[in-house]
């Protein structure tokens, strides 16, 4: 739904991370939006690409593509131009990574002791802006115990670089977080998740199916848990830094840097590496669609502690739970 302010559209935050998902496929060469087709078949062209490509519409989904329209003017329907251009709206750009802190849906932060080791569902938060949803992973072994995840050099399979991964955070320097958009084509949770130890099995049904050769990827890199894009097979290892296994991705999971505090225990996102490839449809990882709902940007929303039991007013991001892929 779209709401005129001032007349400047006012977006709810789910038709907003809808928006950008559909702008990343606009902007993909593989997917381009054909301007000409939307000429000829106006919204009908528009209802199909996004159904086709960013996933099905449910009426509030229509609704908002033809608020779109409608917001625009009658015009958009005769040319593409408006659309594409309210849609492709030029990029927010931050001065720095912003310091911020992982609460819970009540807005308490939460504690790193407290995150399930090995968790098939998927936890996930937004950093650096609005839409960049991120995995939060507790990684440990087959028997569930939490493993020390090392620092390590990640090549880039694109271009031959490397960069640093400075490993897992935490207690038991187990909790990582990495980008949960695929570097391939986009795909985004369900379709992108973590394969605990326990999962990592050959002849499971689906969903718990993974592919003999990220199975077999897996082995020779002693990966004992992946995170595998059903969308086209892509493979990720997250004790390594997501560092690719299969293609067709030939970039890693860009990873979000953690910080735990450990007189409170406390989990706060504080960076990325402009070293790593940005996230999949950024010109680079500290520019974006929209700022954080709680990004102060006043502050920037610099380097922070907070005290035990102390509640954020700004600079924090809700951890979500999307569920349990393999029930």
């Keep these: 739904m779209i709401v005129i302010n001032k ?29 000409r087709e939307f000429v ?60 911020i802190i992982i609460v819970d849906s009540n807005g308490n932060p939460i504690k790193a002791s407290e995150v399930p080791v090995n968790s098939p569902e998927i936890l996930l938060f937004q950093y650096p802006m609005e839409g ?19 620092p390590t050099t990640v090549v880039i399979p694109e271009n031959g670089k490397t960069y640093t991964f400075p490993g897992g955070v935490g207690p038991h320097k187990s909790i ?5 958009i695929c570097q391939h084509l986009g795909c985004t949770p369900p379709e992108i998740h973590f394969y605990p130890p ?4 050959a002849g499971m049904p689906t969903p718990n199916y993974l592919p003999p050769i990220a199975l077999q990827a897996a082995q020779q890199a002693n ?12 493979t990720y290892d ?39 490839p940005p996230i999949l449809g950024h010109t680079s990882d500290l520019s974006g669609y929209a700022y954080l709902s709680s990004y102060n940007e006043e502050t920037g929303c610099p380097k922070m502690l907070l005290k035990a039991g102390q509640t954020p007013s700004d600079c924090y991001t809700k951890l979500e739970n999307n569920g349990n892929t393999f029930e």
Aim: net charge positive; hydrophobic share 40%; with cysteine.
């Design 223 to 234: 990966a004992i848990s992946v995170i595998h894009c059903d969308c086209h097979g892509s």
């Design 238 to 276: 997250p004790l390594h830094g997501a560092a690719v296994l299969t293609g067709p991705t030939v970039r890693p999971l860009p990873y979000v840097q953690l910080y735990w505090d450990p007189n409170t225990d406390y989990l706060y996102a504080i960076g990325m590496n402009l070293k790593a």
């Design 40 to 99: 000829k078949h106006g919204r009908d062209y528009l209802f199909n690409y996004a159904e086709k490509n960013v996933g099905p519409l449910d009426p509030s989904r229509r609704a908002f593509l033809k608020g779109i329209l409608i917001g625009i003017g009658a015009a958009a329907v005769l040319s593409a131009i408006p659309v594409i251009s309210y849609l492709n709206q030029p990029q927010i750009t931050l001065k720095s990574f912003p310091w």
């Design 176 to 180: 990582v977080a990495y980008s949960a």
């Design 198 to 201: 326990q999962y990592m099995k």
């Design 7 to 35: 007349g400047i559209p006012i977006i709810k935050r789910d038709d907003l991370i809808f928006a950008i998902k559909l702008i990343r496929k606009m902007r993909n060469p593989k997917t381009r939006f054909d301007e």
């Design 132 to 150: 960049d949803i991120t995995f939060l992973l507790n990684l440990g072994d087959e028997n569930n115990n939490p493993i020390e995840v090392p």
